[in-house]
C-alpha cells in the first residue's frame, strides 16, 4: 500500500529528472529471486533522486526514463549504455583510478598517472575560480588538445594500450563540465546516492519479488530525495501517506 501511494510522487520526479540541467547517473547489480537485475540512480543538480530496478543494464532503461531523443547532459562512468547520450560528462575519479592501476607497471606508467592526475588538477583549479562561460568555452579545446597530446606522447607503450585506449573511448566527454557551471567532474554525487542502496542489498541479499523492487524503488526514490535535499523523509512519506490513502 505504501509503495502505490508513493507512484504518483515517482512519476513526477520522473519528470523532474527528465528537465533538470543535468543528472548523475550510477548502476550497480542486484538479485531478484536469484536472477541478476540492475539498480540505477539518478541524481539531479537540485538532488532529486530516482531509483530505478530493471533486468537491464543497456541503453534502453536511460531512454525509458530521460525520453527518447533526450539532449540533456549527464555524468556517467565509461559503460558503453551511456554512449547514447548526447551531452556526456565521463567520470575523471574512474580515469584517476584507471591509470594509478598501472604505476608499478613501468615508469612509464607512473609518469601517465602523473600527467593525468595533473589535467585533473589543472581542471579542478579551473572550475573552482567559477570563470566566465566565455572563458569556459576557450579553455574547453584547450585542455582536450593537452589530453590528446598525452595519448600521442604514450602511445608508443604497449603496456599502456589499455588506460591509453580509455582516455581516447571518452574524447569529447573529459570537459563537457567546463559547459555547465556547478556540474561535477566526477560521478562522486552519483556513487554517493548509490550507497545506501548497496548497503540494503547487503542486509537482505536479494528481493523476493518483482512486486517487491518496484514498491521499493517507489519508496526509496522518495526518501533519498528527502535526505539529499535536507527534508525529514517520515513526514514528507507522511503527506504523501495522507494524500493518497
Not at 569529447?172 to 550507497?195: D, F, I, V
Not at 547487503?202 to 523476493?208: Q, V
Request: with cysteine; charged share 35%.
Amino acid at each position: 500500500r505504501v509503495g502505490n501511494a508513493c507512484k504518483n510522487d515517482y512519476e513526477d520526479k520522473i519528470q523532474k529528472i527528465r528537465r533538470a540541467k543535468w543528472r548523475y547517473i550510477d548502476e550497480t547489480g542486484i538479485k531478484i529471486n536469484g536472477e541478476n537485475w540492475w539498480l540505477w540512480i539518478f541524481r539531479t543538480d537540485t538532488n532529486e533522486t530516482l531509483v530505478v530496478i530493471r533486468k537491464s543494464r543497456g541503453s534502453k532503461v536511460l531512454e525509458e526514463i530521460l525520453g527518447e531523443g533526450h539532449k540533456g547532459a549527464n555524468i556517467a562512468d565509461g559503460w558503453r549504455a551511456y554512449s547514447w547520450i548526447d551531452k556526456l560528462q565521463r567520470c575523471w575519479a574512474h580515469l584517476l583510478r584507471e591509470v594509478d592501476h598501472f604505476i608499478d607497471t613501468s615508469e612509464n606508467g607512473k609518469r601517465l598517472s602523473e600527467d593525468i592526475h595533473a589535467c585533473f588538477k589543472k581542471l579542478r583549479d579551473f572550475l573552482d575560480r567559477d570563470p566566465s562561460i566565455e572563458e569556459r568555452r576557450e579553455n574547453k579545446a584547450i585542455f582536450e588538445k593537452e589530453l590528446e597530446d598525452i595519448v600521442t606522447k604514450y602511445s608508443e607503450f604497449k603496456e599502456l594500450k589499455k588506460p591509453l585506449t580509455y582516455i581516447k573511448n571518452g574524447f569529447g566527454n573529459w570537459y563537457t563540465c567546463m559547459l555547465y557551471p556547478g556540474m561535477e567532474p566526477t560521478n562522486n554525487l552519483g556513487e554517493q546516492a548509490m550507497r545506501e542502496h548497496v548497503l540494503i542489498r547487503k542486509i537482505i541479499g536479494c528481493f523476493r519479488s518483482e512486486k517487491g523492487a518496484e514498491n521499493y524503488q517507489y519508496i526509496a526514490s522518495l526518501l533519498a530525495t528527502c535526505r539529499l535535499q535536507g527534508k525529514n523523509g517520515f513526514e514528507e512519506l507522511e503527506k504523501v501517506l495522507r494524500q493518497e490513502l
